[in-house]
């Protein structure tokens, strides 16, 4: 369930509503080898080219951020299936670089922010497929956190992005409950 696309995913939502996804951003994580496509540019990424690759990965993470908010299991699924219809995909199964089998999708005549808008709809799909009707995408509900998580708790019932996040909201609460009159 955590494949490098989800964790992409929920990586650039996060990145985006914190503020921080910018050319700076997407500069440093061409550094990285946590890109959950294959066959990434090893030529360096020019800083036009970090631009244009903010603009659109914030697009993205804006459609993907509607999918980890929506109301349910259905609404997910049925953004995720009008973002996919654009795209000619490709799917096959993979073991690379000693990685479990998982699932690729490519769109082979996508640039590097289509093929991974294509592995991110895929990641959250295969999620959606294999929830049993359970909704396991979500946005926390400690005010005013806005990261995104997937639910990986046995009764999917996950409301906050950490521990930090669900215990301020609980003290937050008891406060409020004190302060009110009986």
């Known amino acids: 369930m955590t494949s490098p696309a989800l964790l992409f995913a929920v990586e ?11 050319e700076r951003w997407v500069l440093e994580l061409w550094s990285t080898d946590r890109w959950p496509v294959r066959h990434v540019p090893a030529a360096g990424l020019s800083e036009e080219g970090a631009r244009d ?11 993907l951020g509607e999918v980890f ?3 349910g299991v259905v609404e997910a ?5 009008a973002l996919f219809e ?9 073991t690379h670089d000693g990685h479990a089998p998982h699932l690729h999708f490519d769109d082979a005549g996508q640039d590097l922010s289509g093929r991974l808008q294509v592995n991110c709809l895929g990641a959250l ?17 400690a005010a005013p956190c806005r990261r995104v998580f ?10 906050f992005c950490s521990p930090a ?7 937050a609460a008891h406060r409020a409950r004190l302060r009110s009159p009986h």
């Open 12 to 22: 650039l939502v996060n990145a985006r509503d914190a503020g921080v996804l910018s």
């Open 77 to 81: 699924s049925a953004r995720v299936s």
């Open 165 to 171: 996040c669900a215990n301020r909201a609980t003290v």
């Open 86 to 94: 654009p795209h000619a995909l490709r799917l096959s199964v993979s």
């Open 53 to 63: 690759l903010a603009v659109r990965l914030d697009r993205l993470a804006g459609e």
């Open 125 to 141: 799909a295969g999620v959606l497929a294999a929830s049993g009707g359970r909704f396991r995408l979500g946005g926390c509900a």
């Open 150 to 159: 997937v639910d990986r708790s046995r009764s999917a019932r996950q409301r």
């Open 69 to 71: 908010r929506a109301t």
